[in-house]
């Protein structure tokens, strides 16, 4: 039997420019904001046998604000920045340029003492290959963007280079499946059209 996982990005918690490496802030109001704007389409979701969610508080707080009720899952913590965790891409390359460029050249690499992003990978990836086959195979977890990216990479069997290019909105949802090492992408047809009375 294979499993489809949904993935729901979690709602925002600061503007995307600000955005920090761990960051494990509340949503703020245009979070919230969002998630009550997105509820409608978001809440079906909540009817999957499982329900899980990253263990940052936004993420909790999207998948409790969307009824989901969700498990924390340490495997779907955000990768380990080390020394850079809490800073903006821009302060650590402020900070530390050489070191950035390394880690962003070297998927093995861990210029941060964290981390380094084959090894993100292989988390969530192992994460997602272990995922138990419910009743009917349903599975939504909310999740930080960088983790649906480790694991549409991972999933796809894509060069890890591949994660830089994958752009992940907040809010947004992401499905997989399968079983494990077996990993399809699916594109869901778009949402029906409001009929003109």
């Given at each position: ?45 909540a ?45 650590a ?25 084959l ?79």
């Amino acid at each position: 039997m294979s499993l489809r996982v949904t993935f729901v990005a979690a709602a925002r918690s600061s503007p995307l420019l600000a955005e920090r490496f761990e960051d494990d802030r509340p949503l703020d109001q245009a979070g919230w904001d969002e998630v009550q704007r997105v509820a409608r389409d978001l809440v079906p979701l909540a009817a999957a046998e499982l329900r899980y969610c990253s263990p940052t508080p936004r993420s909790r707080a999207t998948g409790d604000a969307l009824g989901y009720a969700p498990l924390v899952q340490l495997a779907l913590r955000d990768c380990d920045m080390g020394r850079w965790r809490g800073l903006t891409l821009g302060e650590a390359m402020a900070r530390e340029p050489e070191a950035v460029d390394a880690w962003l050249a070297d998927p093995r690499g861990t210029p941060h003492g964290g981390e380094s992003l084959l090894a993100f990978i292989a988390r969530v990836g192992g994460w997602l290959d272990t995922r138990p086959v419910g009743d009917g195979g349903r599975i939504v977890a909310v999740a930080e963007p960088s983790v649906i990216r480790a694991a549409l990479v991972y999933a796809l069997k894509a060069p890890p280079a591949t994660y830089w290019n994958i752009d992940v909105r907040p809010l947004s949802t992401t499905t997989v499946t399968g079983r494990a090492g077996r990993w399809y992408l699916r594109f869901d047809g778009a949402p029906a059209q409001p009929s003109r009375a």
